[in-house]
């Protein structure tokens, strides 16, 4: 894992059932986030992004970005305006080119 910005700090976690988790912990200046390079991953036997996450009711967005084998980078904005834990389920569908890194009309290739 990359940590950039602003006293961003990310790790894998286990808990006592063995599961693991990226646990995540910032302190906003600017901007701040963490990259987790995944090598060549074939999702075309998904419909999108699933994960469990607990806000922290401060206003700010996560951004859940990425990066397809053509180099086009892909985004979701989340809000964090509660403090309650959810599972966030987003649709490949849902994810929007990043203005200025791909052509508008590109379409998500899952593979």
């Not at 990359?2 to 700090?9: C, D, K, R, T, V």
């Not at 892909?74 to 890194?101: C, H, M, R």
């Amino acid at each position: 894992m990359y940590n950039y910005g602003s006293h961003a700090e990310g790790s894998i976690v286990t808990d006592v059932t063995n599961s693991k988790a990226m646990k995540y912990r910032y302190e906003l200046g600017n901007y701040c986030g963490l990259t987790k390079a995944v090598n060549k991953l074939d999702v075309s036997a998904f419909a999108g992004v699933q994960f469990w996450y607990q806000p922290d009711a401060s206003g700010q967005t996560l951004k859940i970005q990425l990066k397809d084998e053509a180099g086009n980078y892909w985004e979701k904005d989340i809000a964090l305006d509660s403090d309650q834990a959810e599972t966030v389920q987003i649709p490949f569908q849902e994810f929007n080119i990043k203005e200025g890194y791909g052509d508008v009309e590109t379409v998500l290739n899952q593979q």
